[in-house]
């Protein structure tokens, strides 16, 4: 067994839970939209053509913001296909993920979608293929009261009161070689100021959101934010980061490790953006829009062939997680919670389907991965300060990051819905037993300890077995010193009170 400690002081803060942290992502990508959040036909299909299972399991998920329509599908997009009478609607090629876009869902339905989820949009504009006038006439149509052409058609398409959207992406992963209308780092900073510039002339309080790189893997990631912010320091609030993890060549403890990958990205975004604002002398802050994270198995499908024939909503990009998978993304979300003074919003990469915690059958079932958990959990408890704890863990080697802590934890304090930690034991072959010093909350017992794990770190959940991975009550908690036992490959929650 290992031993690992740390001290919860609620007078340690990092800065509030942001409730954006736990924002995802629905891109008009193979099933996400369509049998994903919409399906007409489908027995639980509501007035509107919405799953409602879906709707269910995503207020489940404790989802609080979502961004749209993508992703590399938003850079040939063309907001107004999506609105209107839906037999006027035209079919297009969607060449970002090779398949035939039928419009059936625009932004209308996307908005009506979020009020019945009770979700805050995130909205992209195409820079890819478009510019200035149209991310402006996308923002008139949603934003403006009405007495304008493009206001009163919203009006006239069934929404009388503005949509009323504060954060706008301006483009998506504009450094990718893969985007369309892909652009040098002074191309696109140009671009996203004066998209910027003009958005804020029509509505000073936006919250607009700078392409970052779309990995620290690029090879001008670090260049490419210094860039594009010295174009933007002053239009935009946030820089985008975007990462995904997989296990390579079967290495589980390496991979149990990325959260270590996407501690160095973050802290490289702050230093590049504070570096930025220090040459021009500015007071201002950029904070971190995670908004494209997760597990992804890419390498499969850089390694596939694209769809033949260009059909409507085919299944892409549908992994299915295992046990490991879902510790993974717990410890991304630990890290992304230790970070909350400068990552002020996150996008689970993505809702349905498509690298999804929520899965479906076409006309049939939905049911959880293993990775809805840790979400549902950390959205559902963590609440009220992050704190600054500092875990005492014993470390194991790994060939990508070195040294690597075997306990990956947070702590999340609220004084009315308590003290909550959240932790991963990385440990492949043992359990730890980690003690926790909750002497500054003066008294305090456990009143929930769940633990995610199972004996086979490859199991998964599918529509026959959906709770075959899923949390369950802890037994090894002792008192006094306060110890939990957290089993091989686990995410943990421990709930303070
Ligand atoms: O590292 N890559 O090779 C790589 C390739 C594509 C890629 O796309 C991003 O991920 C897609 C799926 O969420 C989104 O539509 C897009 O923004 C993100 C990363």
Known sequence: MHNARLTIDPAFTVAPVRRRTFGTFVEHLGRCVYT???????????????????????????????????????????????????????????????????????????????????????????????????????????????????????????????????????????????????????EYGRLAAETARAMRMADPGLELVACGSSSSSMPTFGAWEATVLEETYDLVDFISCHAYYEEKDGDLGGFLACATDMERFIASVVATADHVGARLRSRKKINLSFDEWNVWYLSRFQAAEPPADWPVAPPLLEDHYHLADAVAVGGLLITLLRNSD??????????????????????????????????????????????????????????????????????????RQGTTVFAINRATDRPLALEIDARALGGVRVVEATTLTDPDVYARNTADDPDRITPRPNPDVQHDPLTVLLPPVSWNMIRLA
């Open 36 to 186: 994903g959040i919409y399906e007409p036909g489908h027995p639980s299909a509501d007035e509107d053509g919405f799953r409602r299972d879906v709707l269910e399991l995503t207020r489940e998920l404790g989802v609080t913001t979502v961004r749209y329509p993508g992703g590399n599908f938003v850079s040939g997009y063309r907001w107004e296909d999506g609105v209107g009478p839906r037999e006027r609607r035209p079919r297009r090629l969607d060449l970002a993920w090779h398949s035939t876009e039928t419009n059936e869902v625009g932004v209308e339905e996307f908005m009506a979608w979020c009020g019945k989820a009770g979700l805050e949009p995130m909205m992209a504009v195409n820079l890819g293929t478009r510019g200035v006038q149209e991310a402006l006439d996308l923002l008139e149509y949603c934003n403006h009261h009405s007495g304008t052409t493009l206001s009163d058609l919203r009006v006239a398409n069934g929404a009388k009161e503005p949509y009323g959207i504060r954060m706008w992406c301006l483009g998506n992963e504009m450094d990718g070689p893969w985007q369309i209308g892909h652009k040098s780092a002074r």
């Open 342 to 415: 400068r990552v002020t919003a996150a996008c689970l990469a993505q809702l349905v389907n498509v690298i999804a915690p929520i899965m479906t059958e076409p006309g049939g079932r939905a049911w959880k991965q293993t990775t809805f958990h840790p979400f549902s959990q950390a959205a559902r408890h963590a609440a009220g300060q992050v704190l600054r704890v500092e875990p005492v863990s014993p470390s194991y080697d790994t060939a990508e990051y070195g040294e690597v802590p075997l306990l990956h934890a947070v702590a999340t304090h609220d004084e």
